[in-house]
């Protein structure tokens, strides 16, 4: 048998995964299922549950994390709901540097259940209404709850990376966050949470943009303003990342995503970096302001990176640049 019967065909399609029970209901004994895997017909997603290989390895780490989580839902022998950075994934967030190689789990009533390799099981009481809301059939936390599930098991930039994308993509409104903050606030290895919500901002656009807000707060610089809009009396020339106002800066993050984004019908590349340069140049003529480009590898050296905008800082004001 080197091809799931036409009955596993139809679950496969509909659940991504299937388990060994499965299996066995649709006529597989134990032998034919550990052939399956040897000839590798099946891929293993986790003890007992299985997946067919193009499935597996179009799947990125996002993908194959879900499927992971669809086995665990199909195999809980109880009601469960997904927390954390699978309930980060399942809102479709933003998953720099997350770690994804457990699937993170909540029980009603707080309960934690027996722990399973690759599994994640939080005690935190899943009670109110509210709390839990379904997406493709997976029960999980609310977008407002999983911003502070996420600010407890990772650091403040990555929580802020994923609050500022949930908030942009209106997933949560800042409103909720604040209602729900009294809940979580004697939740364990949640000091960051203050950080969080004094930066976060529904402004900002994308992963990069947070980081260099993180950065800026982190080196002790100016809180900028996001998404300026710069105007040539009633025409909007253009929106800038982040400005300065009061010290003559502005700030771009450039990310290869933005170019991507930006690129028109018709264009290349090199045609949106030009046009790009032009609107800077623009800008920098009307407002008088000086341009601080930032790129993904210069927020790994923070003080580097801090030193450039502190010297177009001192340089705007030695100019008298700066706008009143």
């Known amino acids: 048998m080197n091809e799931p019967l036409p009955q596993l065909d139809s679950l496969i399609e509909k659940e991504g995964v299937f388990l060994r029970r499965d299996a066995v209901d649709r006529g597989y004994d134990d032998k034919v299922i550990a052939r399956q895997l040897r000839s590798g017909a099946w891929i293993r997603v986790r003890h007992g549950a299985y997946t067919l290989p193009p499935i597996w390895d179009a799947a990125d780490r996002r993908e194959r994390h879900l499927l992971t989580a669809r086995a665990v839902h199909r195999a809980a022998e109880s009601d469960i709901a997904f927390s954390h950075t699978t309930s980060v994934l399942l809102h479709g967030g933003a998953t720099w540097d997350l770690p994804l190689a457990d699937v993170h789990v909540v029980r009603a009533g707080g309960r ?12 935190a009481a899943v009670e109110e209404e509210g709390d839990l809301v379904v997406t493709d059939g997976l029960p999980h936390t609310s977008g407002a709850r999983t911003v502070f599930e996420i600010i407890s098991v990772v650091g403040a930039e990555r929580a802020l990376a994923v609050t500022n994308d949930l908030l942009h993509r209106k997933v949560v409104l800042m409103a909720d966050i604040k209602e729900y903050e009294p809940r979580a606030r004697h939740w364990p290895h949640t000091l960051g949470a203050e950080v969080v919500l004094r930066l976060a901002d529904p402004r900002i656009e994308t992963v990069g943009e947070s980081r260099t807000l993180y950065l800026m707060f982190r080196e002790g610089l100016p809180h900028p303003v996001p998404q300026f809009e710069v105007y040539d009396g009633a025409h909007l020339v253009g929106r800038v990342d982040f400005a300065l106002p009061e010290h003559g800066v502005f700030i771009e993050f450039d990310g290869k995503a933005k170019y991507t984004t930006l690129r028109r019908a018709g264009e290349s590349l090199d045609d949106v970096v030009l046009r790009e340069k032009h609107r800077q140049e623009l800008i920098a003529n009307l407002t008088g ?12 050296t923070p003080g580097v990176t ?6 177009a800082i001192d340089r705007q004001r030695r100019r008298g640049r700066a706008a009143a």
């Open 112 to 123: 934690s259940g027996r722990a399973t390799a690759g599994v994640r099981r939080h005690r």
């Open 289 to 300: 302001w000086e341009c601080i480009r930032i790129t993904w590898a210069e927020l790994s």
């Open 306 to 311: 801090a030193a450039r905008i502190r010297a």
